[in-house]
């Protein structure tokens, strides 16, 4: 990690504050960043590439409304095979460059029936399925502390702010409890109506070992949910994976709008 964060570090002018981490079908966002510097994954020491569709692979650094920011468009999955270390590297390495605040974006499959497809969804709290967690083994005490609260994982300052945003824009942002599951196959409509009984409003892949990495290190979280679909068995259809990319595409606007409002407003 010491190596990556060093080789941005000597090629970078200005620390980013924020950072925004791009799910599937969401990358256009790094288009509309500022005096952009770009490093494609392969380039940056030790960083995991994305094999996912939809996921450019690339680490965008410039500015919004003048706040410095880092963009990671595409992100590691553990069902990728990457190991819980690499899919929170790109995580870890922003920290380490000072930033302070986390954007997550992500598809998920809506549970919660007041959704629907191409809703936004911001994610208030999460439940870990995965599994597994990035802070297994030996804490590093230079990244936080071996038991870190998770009360307030999803900032509730942020929230509020996102949803004035949003307001400002002409939509509502409902919030929701997102549950992690590994993937990649889609959920059985069982395993639906079991994560509805849990609490769960949303199901996803991804975000909860990076938000867990964050909170190690003390950075603030915001993040929201694409609801590309609906969660398997609650419409008489299957999933697929091009129906998740063309719902993000669809409501790609909306959020690239939400986020060029939103991000500079959480830099301070
Ligand atoms: N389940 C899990 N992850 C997802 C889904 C889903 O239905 N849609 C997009 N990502």
Sequence with gaps: MKQAVDFLKDRLNTPPAVGVVLGSGLG????????????PYEKIPGWP?????????????GALASTPLIVMSGRAHLYEGHSIDKAVFGVRVMGKL???????????????????????????????????SPLIGPNDDSLGPRFPDMSDAYDAEFR???????????????????????GPSYETPAEIRFLR??????VGMSTVPEVIA???????????????????????????????LETGARVRDRLLALLHALVPRLGA
């Design 214 to 244: 964050a909170r190690h290190m003390g950075i603030r979280c915001l993040a929201i949910s694409c609801v590309t679909n609906m969660a398997a068995g609650i419409l008489p259809q299957k999933i697929n994976h091009e129906e998740v």
């Design 28 to 39: 256009a966002f790094a288009n509309h960043v500022e005096n952009p510097v770009v490093f």
């Design 98 to 132: 000072g930033v302070k605040a986390i954007v997550f974006t992500n598809a998920a499959g809506g549970i919660n029936l007041s959704y629907g497809q191409g809703s936004l969804v911001l994610i208030s709290d999460h439940l870990n399925l995965q599994g597994t």
């Design 49 to 61: 590439q994305s094999t996912a569709v939809g996921h450019a692979g690339k680490l965008v650094c």
């Design 160 to 182: 509020v702010k996102a949803k004035e945003t949003a307001r400002s824009l002409g939509f509502e942002l409902p919030e929701g409890v997102y549950a992690g599951l590994l």
């Design 197 to 202: 009984v849990i609490g769960a409003d949303l």
